[in-house]
C-alpha cells in the first residue's frame, strides 16, 4: 500500500525557518517524481514544487523561489522541503504527492499544518 | 502564474449530471492532454478522479468521466449521489516554468 506521511510543522514567527518531511513507503520511491502542494486555509490548491526521481532538477512556483528548497534521500525514501524567510501567506497545509507522467498526483499525504505568526 | 478558471460552486439533485468547467489557454489545458481532475472532501486531502483529460485511476467510479474542447476542460458527475458533494479542483501541465497549474476549485452542493 503506498503511504505518504508528513512531518515537521507548527507554528513559526515571521522571517523563520522550517523543514517538513515527508516519508514515503509502498512503492519504489527512487522511481518517481515528487510534489509539494499546499493549501492555505479556506483557500484552494496551490502548487509548491517538484523534483525529479533522481534529484537532478527541481520546480518551483514563483512565490517561493529562492525561499524554498525541495530536496529527497532516496535510501532514506524521504522527501524534504526546506522552508526559509517565511510569510504569513506561507501559512496552509502541506501536502506532499507522487508524481506521474502527465504531471498528475495519484497518491497524497495527509499533509501537515505550517502557522506563520507572531 | 495565473490559476485556472473553475466555476465557484455547481449544484445539483440526486440522480442528476452535472458538469464543471475548467478553463485555461494554449500553455496549459489546451496544449497538452495532461488535465488532471481531484475530488477533496472537508479536512481530507485530494484524491485523483480523473488523469490525462478522460482516464479514470482505478477504483474510481465511473460517473465520473472527463473531456477537453480547446482551451476548456471538464468534469462531468452522473447520478448525483450524496456522498459526491465535495471540492473539486482542474490541474494542467503548463509550459510555464513550474509545470503545473491548479483550477481555483468548485464546490459541489448535492441538494
Known amino acids: 500500500e503506498v503511504q505518504l506521511v508528513e512531518s515537521g510543522g507548527g507554528l513559526v514567527q515571521p522571517g523563520g525557518s522550517l523543514r517538513l518531511s515527508c516519508a514515503a513507503s509502498?512503492?519504489?520511491?527512487?522511481?518517481?517524481?515528487m510534489h509539494w502542494v499546499r493549501q492555505a486555509p479556506g483557500k484552494g490548491l496551490e502548487y509548491v514544487s517538484a523534483?525529479?526521481?533522481?534529484?537532478?532538477?527541481?520546480y518551483y512556483a514563483n512565490s517561493v523561489k529562492g525561499r524554498f528548497t525541495i530536496s529527497r534521500d532516496n535510501s532514506k525514501n524521504t522527501l524534504y522541503l526546506q522552508m526559509g524567510s517565511l510569510r504569513a501567506e506561507d501559512m496552509a497545509v502541506y501536502y506532499c504527492?507522487?508524481?506521474?507522467?502527465?504531471?498528475?498526483?495519484?497518491?497524497w499525504g495527509q499533509g501537515t499544518l505550517v502557522t506563520v505568526s507572531s | 502564474q495565473s490559476a485556472l478558471t473553475q466555476p465557484a460552486s455547481v449544484s445539483g439533485s440526486p440522480g442528476q449530471s452535472i458538469t464543471i468547467s475548467c478553463t485555461g489557454t494554449s500553455s496549459d489545458v489546451g496544449g497538452y492532454n495532461y488535465v488532471s481532475w481531484y475530488q477533496q472532501h472537508p479536512g481530507k486531502a485530494p484524491k485523483l478522479m480523473i488523469y490525462e483529460v478522460s482516464n479514470r485511476p482505478s477504483g474510481v467510479s465511473n460517473r465520473f468521466s472527463g473531456s477537453k474542447s480547446g482551451n476548456t476542460a471538464s468534469l462531468t458527475i452522473s447520478g448525483l449521489q450524496a456522498e459526491d458533494e465535495a471540492d473539486y479542483y482542474c490541474s494542467s501541465y503548463t509550459s510555464s516554468s513550474t509545470h503545473v497549474v491548479f483550477g481555483g476549485g468548485t464546490k459541489l452542493t448535492v441538494l
Open positions: 504527492a507522487r508524481g506521474q507522467v502527465g504531471a498528475n498526483f495519484d497518491y
Open positions: 523534483i525529479s526521481s533522481n534529484g537532478g532538477s527541481t
Open positions: 509502498g512503492f519504489t520511491f527512487s522511481s518517481y517524481a
